[in-house]
């Protein structure tokens, strides 16, 4: 069963992550145990060498695995992240999908692939999450 009954509910929930939105991560598909997140680049995107930062592919991995697990249990919180990055893009968008490998009763495990809109494989994580107690009540 999904935590957010819409994606427009989980949009609301997670214009918390200020961080993400206002670099232009968005969230575009949800469902429990997968998310879809994509980033249009720009200039403020690249580092010295033109390429697109380490930092802003894994804040759109960030995202997505936490749209991912918290539509699964929230609140769920990444615990240990091991990223490869396999490939400069040569794209002008991002987009990362995050699945379910492994939820357990207080951690989870998922995979987060990120392509470009060329189809190039630009990078992939594994992320480990933790389940906080549940502090709603």
């Not at 995979?111 to 990078?123: E, F, K, S, Y």
Request: with cysteine; charged share 25%.
């Amino acid at each position: 069963m999904a935590v957010f009954d819409t994606i427009d509910q989980a949009r609301a929930y997670f214009e918390g992550d200020r961080f993400a939105l206002e670099n232009g991560v968005t969230l575009d598909a949800i469902a429990p145990g997968s998310a879809v997140c994509s980033l249009t680049l720009a200039d403020r995107h690249r580092n010295a060498e033109g390429g697109v930062m380490g930092g802003a592919i894994f804040t759109l991995v960030d995202l997505a695995f936490a749209a991912a697990a918290n539509d699964v249990y929230r609140p769920t919180v990444a615990q240990q992240v091991s990223m490869n990055f396999l490939s400069g893009t040569r794209g002008s968008r991002l987009t990362a999908r995050a699945a379910c490998r492994k939820d357990g009763r207080t951690s989870c495990v998922y995979n987060v692939d990120v392509t470009d809109d060329l189809g190039r494989d630009i990078a992939q994580a594994t992320v480990t999450g933790f389940k906080l107690a549940d502090r709603r009540s």
